[in-house]
């Protein structure tokens, strides 16, 4: 359901007209199930041409209009333009169709519902079967529940071979027929509103722009994307062929006044919203490691290694090199690597592990409790880790950085001007080696605890500059607490 929009005073003028109401009527009545999007994608062409420089169609049926093509950024407008069907999935000998799925459509609303079904010679009418009140099976306290296997078509045929002779077969989609209709104080019902109003939206803002004038310094993708409702496919094709910069989406969400919905879970009322309340939260995972240091002495001799896992890091660069300079002193080497390490690098870990089985000072660290040596480690070795972070605001202690190679998952990094606060802020919670320097790393982890006491006034300035309200994590969980109880 949609507010509708209506003419009022001149004050307050509608951007709606009546052509642009009259195709969001059309557009809501014709039919565009998931993986049959065509002739909604039509119409929607047709509309937008107008006010659109140029338009295409991709080979999964997504639609495109572009205006001011050719530009370098290029920003997405999108909707998509599929709805929930069913599928005919089965036809018994006395003419019933039963079905599946096609996307999420709810079965609950199903019994009694009329329906099209759109066979190989045309459209059939036909209607959800249910057993009326006083002849369906079960027992007062007990009412039978529509489910998707007990849902039937009734289309009128008695036999298959009527049903065969409509042009009906397994694979035939069917659509609800509920169309475009204006309820009282403006507002819009209509079968698929999810997301047509999207597909509507979009058109008129491509409108509005044109009929304004508008001049834009980017290239704007107008995209109505095809089968969301099975996964976001065409979305995910159409992205990788316009590679835009930047991308709005539009799309339904849910009236959370109304009835039978928990506000708690699915979020405030539309209308009349209570005042937001900011509760200092914190960051649980960091008062829950500190606990754990102070209730633990610092094991001066212990050396955790815990790196990122990625193919320039530690583990894949420089790892052999560095347990080998560590291996001649007197320290005990914990090494945390990565699970997903172990399982993309079996030779490595092999060769790791045989090492450490030959010199009795290294060993391996694989359980699933983080905490197990960062709580008493005197000295931490990493790369790109955010452990690094946790390590030293828990413990105040410096961290000794290997200096491998940004961690870049984002090919158009460099498009962007902010920089990771990990990088920002390495230099304030200890000091770098090269990857060709790691033969030094028992210099360097003498340097650091020479100058403990001016590190953790670094680390403590560092941590409150850039964490929010680190000792207040229970008020979180006591505001929680407080919401649940009724």
Not at 261 to 269: A, D
Not at 338 to 348: A, G, L, M, Y
Not at 411 to 418: I, N, R
Request: aromatic share 10%; with cysteine; charged share 25%.
């Amino acid at each position: 359901m949609a507010k509708a929009i209506k003419k009022k005073a001149a004050s307050n003028k509608s951007i709606l007209t009546t052509d642009s109401l009259q195709f969001l009527s059309n557009y809501i009545n014709n039919p565009s199930p998931v993986g049959f999007e065509s002739a909604g994608q039509l119409l929607w062409l047709e509309y937008i041409k107008p006010y659109v420089d140029e338009t295409f169609t991709d080979p999964y049926g997504t639609a495109v209009g572009v205006i001011n093509p050719g530009q370098k950024f290029k920003v997405v407008l999108e909707a998509h333009a599929d709805e929930i069907s069913w599928f005919v999935n089965y036809i018994n000998a006395e003419g019933l169709m039963y079905l599946k799925r096609n996307g999420g459509v709810d079965h609950q609303i199903a019994p009694g519902q009329r329906v099209i079904i759109h066979g190989k010679k045309g459209t059939v009418k036909a209607v959800f079967g249910w057993p009326a009140i006083h002849t369906r099976i079960g027992t007062a306290d007990k009412e039978p529940v529509a489910k998707v296997e007990n849902l039937f078509l009734d289309c009128g045929a008695r036999s298959k071979k009527e049903v065969d002779d409509l042009g009906i077969h397994v694979g035939c989609v069917v659509t609800y027929t509920d169309g475009f209709e204006e309820l009282s104080y403006d507002y819009f019902i209509g079968r698929a509103m999810d997301n047509r109003i999207g597909g509507f939206m979009i058109a008129e803002v491509a409108r509005l722009l044109t009929q304004n004038k508008k001049t834009l310094p980017y290239s704007l993708y107008v995209v109505n994307a095809v089968q969301e409702e099975i996964g976001l496919r065409g979305a995910e094709m159409i992205a990788r062929r316009i590679k835009p910069d930047a991308a709005i989406i539009t799309d339904v969400t849910h009236d959370t006044s109304t009835p039978m919905i928990n506000k708690f879970v699915e979020g405030e009322k539309i209308y009349s919203l209570p005042a937001k309340e900011l509760i200092h939260y914190g960051y649980p995972l960091l008062e829950t490691l500190r606990k754990k240091v102070q209730a633990n002495k610092i094991q001066l001799q212990k050396i955790l290694v815990a790196p990122s896992w990625y193919k320039k890091g530690i583990l894949n660069t420089c790892i052999l090199p560095l347990v080998e300079a560590l291996g001649k002193t007197n320290h005990e080497i914990w090494i945390r690597p990565h699970p997903e390490f172990i399982k993309r690098n079996k030779k490595q870990y092999e060769q790791l592990t045989k090492l450490s089985a030959k010199s009795g000072k290294i060993f391996f660290d694989t359980g699933s409790y983080v905490f197990t040596h960062l709580k008493d480690a005197a000295h931490l070795i990493t790369d790109r880790s955010g452990i690094a972070f946790e390590y030293a605001f828990a413990t105040g202690r410096p961290v000794l950085f290997i200096d491998t190679a940004l961690k870049i998952q984002n090919s158009e990094l460099e498009k962007f001007t902010l920089s990771p606060l990990e990088n920002i802020y390495r230099g304030e919670i200890g000091m770098c080696l090269q990857q060709d320097e790691v033969s030094l790393a028992e210099k360097a982890l003498s340097e650091l605890k020479q100058s403990l006491e001016s590190w953790e006034s670094f680390i403590r300035k560092t941590e409150k500059d850039i964490v929010f309200s680190s000792a207040c994590w229970s008020n979180g969980i006591e505001y929680i607490r407080n919401q649940l109880t009724f």
